[in-house]
């Protein structure tokens, strides 16, 4: 064979194999966050008043159909199952997780109310998924050792190999989780543990996931404009941050990413919350520039009129919800109107909450309750047991604590900052604000608050422990923790009454 000819063929070899390994390849990454255990469908008033939204038994469905469609596809979940539905508070999160044995997920984080029952439990419970956890920067309190051993994962797809990785926001975990659920562990800087992670993963992996749970919290509200703005922030710097991310899936504030956000060559996305989506990231990666070249993102809302009920799914969540039942549906009182929810304004709701709380105790002069807390509407007429925990869901217990009035200040300064959604009060207190201002106006059984008084403050103790960033709780001259649940103290509450008539108005004004 002549030079010429050898060159010729290597020439022609050269050219196969370059067309071998220059391939694009499609790969479908579905995804959910903030879950919060809506197993069963409702109406979402703000999709609409009369179709029934999400329910898992029709996200299992829909998740397989498009993972028939997209034979390429990965499942990931952000975190935050726990916590919504009484299912989940009276199973201490085990009906969930159960229950997402059967939607397919291929990955998931963890969130911050894994913890609402502690961190003990979270590891029982999640000791129980069928699918991978992942979480690499939540410690046993100065050690080395992960309180969930699994930092990563690397799944195949069409001769992909995909890493994920799973983390927890370190601002989000101190931020909103119960300080006495996480007694022993603490969470490190995700940056630092991206970086160490991507390092670990780049050399084995094609493409890099980051399952996260950060940022600003999901807003807790059923009415109101003046809600606190909240968005994907946190993300888009973190990518910023830390290059060699492909895609952030993240959870946390219940935002959904209609189009995806690009930061940094980063795609990030994110669902609305609590079961309602799911949101499907189709990518094309280049094989040759080792890259994605293109992606679209979309949010799927769950019709219970357009999917059939998934049969394995539908035999779980009933089995769990036959188990609850006996104690959910013990009735407490009835009430004349619905009772709903608001982060940025006054609420029947946290009226409800706020006034149950200061009758708890003759002592109190404040009642006051995070509106993060309320989770769930009540409708009008009946009132059971389930309903409550379902409005309340946390094992949080009414707190008293004696602060002075400049304290107090302080309190109420936070909430007027609309970090966190701003606090419920008391029928006797009154207060103004202008959003991401301070407060004004602070009154207690119509008189002005004082500097130099003592006054007796109740709340849950999720915000006297300075929960939701209410950190001058710590400095508090007096704390009592009565042990006595805020569901049980507002069941005591209404107890006694035959209808309960909302009350709503005056206790909170919002200036513009
Ligand atoms: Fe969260």
């Known amino acids: 064979m002549s030079i010429l000819n ?21 790969l479908t990454i579905l995804h959910t966050n903030d879950l919060h255990a809506h197993l ?86 999640i000791e129980k998924a069928n699918f991978p956890i992942l979480n690499g920067n939540l410690f046993f309190e100065g050690t080395d050792q992960l309180v969930w051993d699994n930092p990563y994962i690397i799944l195949e797809r069409d001769d992909l190999k995909i890493g994920i990785i799973g983390l927890h926001g370190k ?23 991206l970086r160490k992670y991507i390092k670990e993963l780049k050399p084995k992996t094609d493409i890099i996931i980051l ?29 910023r941050n830390v290059p060699g991310v492909d895609i952030i899936v993240t959870g946390h504030a219940h935002q959904g990413t209609e189009k995806a956000l690009v930061s940094n060559g980063t795609i990030i996305v994110s669902t609305n919350a609590t079961a309602t989506e799911l949101g499907k990231l189709q990518i094309k990666y280049d094989t040759e520039k080792e890259m994605i070249i293109s992606h679209s993102n979309q949010l799927i809302t ?14 779980e969540i009933n089995y769990w919800q036959d188990e609850v039942d006996v104690i959910a549906s013990l009735p407490v ?15 029947n709701m946290g009226n409800l909450f706020a006034d149950a709380i200061k009758a708890f105790d003759e002592r109190i002069d404040i009642a006051l309750v995070n509106s993060g807390a309320l989770r769930q509407d009540i409708e009008a007429g009946l009132v059971t047991k389930g309903d409550l925990i379902s409005a309340f869901p946390f094992p949080n217990t ?54 130099n008084q003592e006054y007796w403050v109740a709340a849950p103790n999720f915000v006297t422990q300075g929960g939701d960033g209410y950190l001058e709780f710590n400095n508090s001259l007096e704390y009592i923790d009565s042990g006595v649940l805020v569901v049980d103290a507002t069941e005591i509450f209404l107890k006694g009454i035959d209808i309960y008539q909302p009350k709503y108005g005056g206790r909170i004004k919002v200036l513009n």
């Open 211 to 239: 399952a996260v749970h950060q940022g600003m919290p999901g807003r807790q509200s059923s009415i109101g404009l003046t809600d606190v703005e909240r968005n994907l922030y946190k993300d888009i710097l973190l990518a």
């Open 171 to 193: 601002f989000a975990f101190y931020d909103t989780i119960n300080f006495k659920m996480t007694e022993g562990i603490e969470a490190r800087d995700e940056e630092e543990y």
């Open 40 to 125: 069963f469908p409702r109406i979402a008033p703000w999709i609409s008043e009369s179709r029934k939204i999400g329910g898992f038994a029709n996200l299992a469905t829909l998740v397989k159909q498009e993972k028939r469609l997209n034979p390429n596809n990965i499942l990931i979940d952000a975190g935050d199952y726990f916590s919504g539905p009484y299912i989940s508070t009276l199973t201490k999160g085990e009906a969930v997780i159960k229950s997402m044995n059967f939607l397919g997920i291929d990955a998931a984080c963890i969130g911050n109310h894994e913890f609402d029952h502690g961190w003990d439990n979270m590891l029982i419970q």
């Open 333 to 347: 009182t009835s009430t004349a109107e619905k009772l709903v929810r608001a982060y940025g304004e006054e609420s």
């Open 302 to 315: 769950i019709f219970d009129d357009e999917l059939e009920d998934d049969k394995d799914m539908l035999r």
């Open 398 to 451: 009414v707190v008293i604590t004696k602060l002075k009035g400049s304290q107090v200040k302080k309190i109420f300064d936070h909430a007027a900052g609309m970090t966190n959604g701003i606090l419920q009060v008391s029928e006797n207190v009154k207060y103004s604000f202008r959003p991401g201002n301070t407060a004004k106006n602070i009154a207690i059984n119509g008189e002005l608050l004082s500097d």
């Open 6 to 26: 050898k060159i010729a063929n290597i020439i022609i070899i050269l050219s196969i194999s370059y067309q071998a390994t220059s391939e694009v390849k499609e």
